[in-house]
């Protein structure tokens, strides 16, 4: 294979101005050099990628707070911070908006069949469903730190699940997690797959791999 460093510059370039991280901008070149093989290498490939870039900081809200009256504590702590706003959640969404006295608009479109619809709340730049939602951003971000074979599912599509992982994973340096330890009372049925347990576990370990991508990671519980 015959691809001298101009060739490799002239083929990066876009993607660096599309705002990838390393991680990803490794991932596409080497991608590149497997197809280049024609899916048989030759020979090894080792690809080193160092980004520059400004801190952006991300908020991420999820489930109401375990005390109702907390609720305008959390969200006014929440709704304080710098960067960009992401709320996780049904109950937790609706309490937002009746927070900012700004309507929930719930969309009907389903992107993913896996993965329940958005809503638009001003003032907020993403809501999405809970737990579901952020589970798949948890397999998005295990697959992230080994392969990262799922990035052309998540790197494109509108769901949720997608929106969150390009955020958390791309755009964010700092993020920041707002978790209400509210028990929601329609996960306890017995039979749900959703319990508390499980929220909390989907929220541990998504921090745990983000820590591994290198972002600062916050947690404040309510």
Request: hydrophobic share 40%; net charge negative.
């Amino acid at each position: 294979m015959k691809w001298d460093v101009p060739s490799i510059t002239e083929f990066m370039e876009p993607f660096y101005d599309a705002g990838f991280t390393a991680k990803t901008l490794a991932t596409i070149l080497l991608d590149e050099c497997y197809a280049r093989y024609g899916g048989s290498p030759g020979d090894d490939t080792t690809v080193c990628v160092v980004k520059i870039r400004k801190r952006e900081p991300v908020n991420l809200l999820m489930g109401p707070p375990a005390d109702r009256d907390d609720c305008g504590k959390m969200l006014s702590l929440f709704f304080s911070k710098e960067g960009r706003h992401i709320i996780c959640g049904g109950t937790t969404s609706e309490i937002a908006a009746e927070y900012l006295g700004r309507k929930l608009i719930p969309h009907r479109e389903i992107v993913d069949p896996e993965v329940p619809p958005i809503s638009e709340l001003e003032g907020v730049d993403l809501v999405t469903e809970g737990v579901v939602t952020m589970g798949k951003v948890l397999k998005y971000a295990q697959d992230y730190l080994q392969d990262n074979e799922k990035f052309k599912q998540w790197s494109y599509k509108r769901d949720g699940a997608s929106l969150i992982a390009r955020m958390l994973f791309e755009d964010a340096t700092d993020i920041h997690f707002f978790i209400g330890k509210a028990v929601n009372p329609a996960h306890q049925i017995t039979g749900m797959p959703i319990g508390f347990d499980v929220k909390m576990q989907v929220v541990q370990e998504l921090e745990a791999c983000l820590r591994q991508m290198g972002k600062r990671i916050r947690v404040s519980y309510f």
